[in-house]
């Protein structure tokens, strides 16, 4: 991975030229026949196969036509570049796989709420359930009332096949940041969402997420920065290189989804975040479930060891509320409590 993937990859030009670069000869004639069959004017320049295009279709359909052509070893050879028509011609010519090309041409709507950052946030309560008042607010992204819809899922996952995802998920870190300055009082804490694999260099790829708390004047204990729920833990160390670079800071981290798939008690040892998440499957009707009860009963005696606070998800009656508050748990999230709204209607009674 390198820095280019948290760089704008820029809109894609109404016309211009399309490069295609392979290492493979034989592919370089093949590719300029099939161009050429689509009625392209095709240019070739040692490994690379040039062609005019002049509007967004003719490239969607010719993408199609390559992936009929090609099998996916020949397809994983091809690197993409884009010169827009009214530009000068640059020799350093940014080169992205064709499968990345390809999300983001099939896309354009998504592609262009990554790259315009077309999105907003929504907040969701936390509560303190011995104070029965509001703890935090987790921040989660979602469409602008007036712009293109999205389902949030949809968008990070074609954002992790466009090559795109340390970009948005960086994007969503600072607009929750920056959104939580003016519409959450200091001393209510923030929760915000990463993904682990949109950062290589937690020093490096985190420098923008801590300058924008700090313009945004936003105290770093008032963070709290969770893992996805989606994401598997596929290198222990570097997660907690990238929690340790959080907690330096003076922020906090958090473990999502605990007791579902990747994370177990003994990850939740090793890796000793400062809250912990228990997943809503285990607290949906926990109060009628004693299996459930004592994974709820484990989680909170292993967060106690290691200091960490324990947080339900998903709690949607007042049974699951009484049960996990029985069992010693913290603080609570769901829709027992209150939806998400947006960010800009929090109506926070202490402000």
């Not at 399309?18 to 093949?30: A, G, Y």
């Not at 907003?120 to 921040?139: D, R």
């Not at 009332?145 to 998920?169: C, I, S, T, V």
């Not at 770093?220 to 160390?237: G, N, R």
Request: glycine share 4%; net charge negative; charged share 25%.
């Amino acid at each position: 991975m390198s820095c280019s993937q948290c760089r704008p990859a820029g809109v894609f030009p109404s016309e211009g030229k399309l490069h295609i670069r392979t290492d493979h000869p034989v592919l370089v004639q093949s590719l300029q026949q099939c161009l050429e069959s689509q009625g392209f004017n095709v240019n070739v320049n040692l490994d690379i196969v040039s062609a005019d295009y002049n509007n967004l279709s003719s490239m969607q359909s010719l993408f199609e036509e390559l992936k009929k052509e090609f099998n996916k070893q020949a397809l994983h050879s091809f690197f993409c570049s884009l010169e827009d028509a009214s530009v000068e011609s640059n020799p350093f010519k940014t080169w992205i796989p064709f499968s990345h090309l390809y999300e983001r041409i099939a896309h354009p709507e998504l592609h262009q709420v990554i790259q315009e950052q077309l999105f907003t946030t929504y907040s969701q309560p936390i509560i303190h359930l011995a104070a029965n008042e509001i703890y935090g607010y987790e921040f989660l992204l979602r469409p602008l009332e007036d712009g293109h819809d999205f389902k949030p899922y949809e968008l990070f996952q074609m954002a992790e096949r466009a090559g795109l995802q340390a970009l948005l998920d960086g994007k969503a870190r600072i607009a929750s940041i920056k959104n939580s300055a003016d519409a959450v009082p200091r001393g209510v804490k923030r929760f915000i969402n990463f993904l682990p694999s949109s950062i290589y260099d937690p020093k490096h790829c985190l420098a923008t997420t801590f300058k924008a708390a700090a313009e945004a004047g936003v105290d770093p204990q008032d963070l709290v920065f969770e893992v996805v729920e989606t994401e598997e833990i596929a290198d222990i160390d570097h997660l907690k290189s990238i929690l340790t670079a959080y907690q330096e800071q003076g922020m906090k981290v958090a473990l999502d989804d605990l007791g579902a798939g990747h994370s177990t008690l003994s990850v939740l040892k090793e890796l000793r975040p400062d809250y912990v998440k228990i997943d809503r499957k285990i607290v949906s009707f926990c109060d009628e479930d004693t299996e459930k009860q004592h994974m709820i009963k484990q989680i909170v005696e292993v967060a106690n060891e290691i200091g960490a606070i324990v947080l339900a998800e998903g709690i949607e009656r007042k049974e699951e509320a009484d049960m996990t508050r029985h069992f010693g748990v913290q603080l609570a999230q769901g829709y027992y409590f209150g939806k998400p709204v947006p960010t800009e209607k929090l109506m926070i009674s202490a402000k």
